[in-house]
Nanobody
Framework: QVQLAESGGGLVQAGGSLRLSCVASGRTFNNFHMGWFRQAPGKEREFVAAISWTGSSTYSSDSVKGRFTISRDNAKNTAYLQMNSLKPEDTATYYC?????????????????RGQGTQVTVSS
């Protein structure tokens, strides 16, 4: 089992920045690919970004490309999502996810574990 705990969400004005953290416990963190997803009320869950277990490969959706950066520190069992130039449409609950065999990083069903989420609200 892997437990994931997100933090770092909050209320920010448009144009501002936040850094989300996802701390993993329970199993060896550096064996897992990590992903960030988000879901706004009434909308489908959306892929945000993902990173390979080595950190050598990263992926992001077109909607956040150039604004959000995913990274990880395997020594701290932590994945991060740095969010800059935030927009009101980025408002959502953000979840981190972990998985071993993630052939398509944008597919949430390929991740075995998911955290409880952290709320991000961007005001205009």
């Amino acid at each position: 089992q892997v437990q994931l705990a997100e933090s770092g969400g909050g209320l920010v004005q448009a144009g501002g920045s936040l850094r989300l953290s996802c701390v993993a416990s329970g199993r060896t963190f550096n064996n897992f690919h990590m992903g960030w997803f988000r879901q706004a009320p009434g909308k489908e869950r959306e892929f945000v970004a993902a990173i390979s277990w080595t950190g050598s490969s990263t992926y992001s959706s077109d909607s956040v490309k150039g604004r959000f950066t995913i990274s990880r520190d395997n020594a701290k069992n932590t994945a991060y999502l740095q969010m800059n130039s935030l927009k009101p449409e980025d408002t959502a609950t953000y979840y981190c996810a972990a998985g071993h065999l993630v052939s398509n990083p944008s597919n949430p069903n390929l991740y075995s574990y998911r955290g409880q989420g952290t709320q991000v609200t961007v005001s205009s």
